[in-house]
Each structure stands twice: as C-alpha cells, then as structure tokens.
C-alpha cells in the first residue's frame, strides 16, 4: 500500500502536493481537516500539532513537517529534488535562511492579509504586516542579487529550497508583497510558475476551497 498525503490548500501543504507531483511519489492524496473539532481523535496520533501536511506510511509510522516530508519523498522516487552528497549543505543553508529571513517575511504578511481574515482570527494589524514588509525588502533584495547570478538557489539547478523559499508566493493575490520591486526574484518566480507541479499542485484532486476573505 502506498503512503497516504494528508493535505489541504493551505501553504505547506500545498507546499508538499507540490513536491509529491513534482516528483510524480506514489502516495494517496487525501484532503483533512485536523482542527476541525472531532477530527483531532484520528490526527492527533499523526501529527500532536494537528497540523499538515502528513505523510502516513502503510507500515503505520507518519511523518509531519514539509521539509521532512519533502525529503522522505525524494528517497522514495531516488531524486536528487532533496539533494544528498556535497550539495547537501547548501540546500539547507537556503531552507533554513528562508525560515527566519524571506519566508519568515512573507509569512507575516500574508497571515494579517489572508489566513487571519480567512478564519476570523481576528482584525489586521497594520503594525505588523509594516513590520513583514520591513523584513520582505530586506530579504528579498538579499535573495534578487544571488538570483541575478543564476536561475535557481543552487547553482547546480533546481532544487526543494526554492520550492520551500516560495511556499507563500502562490498567495500573493492575498499577501500583495512587492514582487515586481525586485526582478530577479520576480523572474525566478516566474520561473517556478511554469513548472506545473507548482502551478496548480491541487489539479485532479478533490478538496474545498479556502474560506473566502471577507
Ligand atoms: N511547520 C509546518 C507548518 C504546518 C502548518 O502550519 N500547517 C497549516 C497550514 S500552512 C495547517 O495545518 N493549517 C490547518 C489546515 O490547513 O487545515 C510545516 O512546515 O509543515
């Protein structure tokens, strides 16, 4: 039996559809709802943080967490996507940059814009979503300038750092943060949008839409 992708369309789980279409990983997709009430009783021996993605292995073992996931996925399909040998570091050297840099930035943002009016978490802060924004400059322009040098985060090509360093691009009807201020970054966007595991990671599956923003 292959393993079982719990997903929904929300940014890190689209994150790893993403990477299982991508790597075309033979996994059963299947869309949750962990926080929603009741249905903690069957997530949380998955996943205690009632978060997804999950990736539930047949031998009953699961594993959360995009980034292990996306690893686990690669090893599955023997793709070098999550780079093993000498490369190893450098890939981790963008994917934790972007959790506490660009990432981290967007993040920010598009949870004030989006996902907190998503789910009626509460009004915008503006203070924070100047703060993301602060941030998103400073670290975009860090990332256009090694992007102007070549077209993916590793020289070698792409790779899953730029798969998670994007994680929340795909939401920036919602986000609205200054992309075209910044045309490498921007290119290397584009780029990624014309992969179409990326581009619409959801196609041929079956799971609601987002709650709309009011
Ligand atoms: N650090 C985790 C973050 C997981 C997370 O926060 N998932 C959110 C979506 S981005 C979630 O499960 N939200 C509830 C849902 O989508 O039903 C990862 O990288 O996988």
């Known amino acids: 039996m292959q393993p079982t992708l719990y997903f929904s369309r929300n940014p890190n789980p689209r994150l790893a559809v993403a990477v299982a279409k991508h790597l075309a990983a033979p996994v059963t997709y299947e869309w949750a709802a962990p926080l929603v009430p009741g249905e903690d009783v069957r997530f949380r021996p998955l996943n205690p943080s009632l978060r997804l993605p999950i990736l539930a292995e047949a031998d009953g073992g699961s594993l959360f967490e995009a980034d292990a996931i996306a690893c686990r996925l690669s090893q599955l399909v023997g793709s070098d ?18 959790r506490d840099n660009f990432m981290h930035a967007c993040d920010m943002v598009h949870f004030e814009r989006g996902t907190k009016l998503r789910y009626g ?25 090694h992007l102007s040098k070549q077209d993916w985060l590793l020289a070698s090509g792409l790779s899953y750092a730029d798969f998670r360093m994007s994680v929340f ?22 780029r990624l949008l014309a992969l ?12 609601p839409e987002l709650p709309p923003i009011p």
């Open 169 to 190: 691009l795909p939401y920036n009807d919602v986000a609205r943060l200054p992309l075209g201020d910044y045309p490498a970054l921007d290119a290397w966007h584009a």
């Open 81 to 98: 996507f999550w780079r093993s040998g000498p490369e190893l570091p450098d890939m981790i050297r963008w994917v934790s940059w972007s």
């Open 196 to 207: 179409p595991a990326w581009a619409n990671p959801f196609e041929g599956l079956s799971a």
């Open 121 to 145: 978490l509460g009004a915008l802060d503006e203070g924070t979503v100047a703060r993301g924004l602060e941030r998103f400059h400073h670290t975009a322009s860090i990332l256009d300038a």
